[in-house]
């Protein structure tokens, strides 16, 4: 089995890699009792290897109860699930100071970003403020942001939202453009980690040097939780919000880690009531799962398979891959690629495509994958992997796909 994208004298190294992955595979019970169905949707979704599904048996038949009211042992045993999961959450965000930092669990990467444009940033804006919001990004990124405008215009509050430049032909952010669009107004940016059309890495660390050391940057982080390591830390954010759902815990499921360093302290508004318990249950399993695989391991089968995707649609003319077209392999000095590709066929409707597909086994996501107003408006075809995916999926795509002329 070779990999596109891995060096001949890294073979061996795959090799190791596609061994690890199989065993792997064999613990996704959705995935192994349907051989002949391939998975392509991880973007909106993951499946959830079996010791998730465990780990929610284990909890709603030894402590299911109420978290924080009763003084019993099953209540104060989900007391003290909640709370360790937001332990879980940092360590697995790498964040080493609990004293400096909120957890606070939510149904998923839009609910997050709402909570945040909802309770916190309000009080932390001033009339004239100017925020930074990517227009072409997931519609859950930019809705917010234009909701809390409007809110605090009816307070008289009157801030500036400006678009986040892009590139065109990547995908990825202008950063020299954004370099020159912030100023000492621009208090507040919110980013993407993984595009979850284009599927770029987006380079969070130049988006910190193009606006300073003084914004406050959040990052959604739901297509990179999960798929690739992702240190809070290291990318010196003050928010970052995922869905644990596509991480492999139940639906319903998410997370807001928020950093009190350049702000007000986060504290969600109101009485949120019952916590979903059984799907803290199943995000402690999740994150316990993915640390053991291996994040960087996760990383590296799905940006190989992805390079071996976008490298065999690009030999396809009757293709067009949207984003970056190079040719995104592990070792690539470019902006990776990690684990979404979308392309649309230049003459077969991009529904009708996902019909098609389908019709062959493929799972896939056609539509205009919520982009907003600043991103493609068109329809396309996303193929969005995770580690269950496996090289014999790509190569049977890519054959199903090419004919298709
Ligand atoms: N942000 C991005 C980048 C996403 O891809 C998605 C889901 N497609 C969301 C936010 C919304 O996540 P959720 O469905 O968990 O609310």
Known sequence: MTAPGIRTERLSAFEELAEWQRALRAQFPIIATHPDLAYLDSAATAQKPQAVLDAVQTYLTTANANAGRGTYTWANLTTDLVEETRDRVRRFLGDPDAEQSAVHFTSGATE????????????FLADGDEIIVPAGDHQANIVPWLDAQQALARQGVHIRVRQMPYQQASGDYDHTALADLAGPRTRFVAVTHVHHVYGGNMNIH??????????????????????????VTDLDVDFAVFSGHKAMALPGTGAIWARQARGPGFTPG?????????????????????DTAGTDRIDRWTVALTARLTDGLRHLDAYEILGCQTSLAVDSPVQQRCGIVTFRHRAIDSGDLGFILFSHGFMVRSDNHCQGSAGEQTSSVRVSLHVYNSV???DRLLSVLASLV
């Open 392 to 394: 014999e999926e790509i």
């Open 112 to 123: 997050g970003l709402r909570t945040i444009a909802r309770d916190w940033l309000p009080a």
């Open 270 to 290: 109101g009485w949120s009531g019952t916590p979903n318990t059984v799907g803290i249950a199943s995000l402690t399993a999740a994150l316990d799962w993915l």
């Open 206 to 231: 130049r988006i910190r040097e193009a606006v300073g050391p003084d914004a406050v940057l959040c990052l959604d982080a739901a297509q990179s939780v999960g798929h690739l390591p992702v240190s």
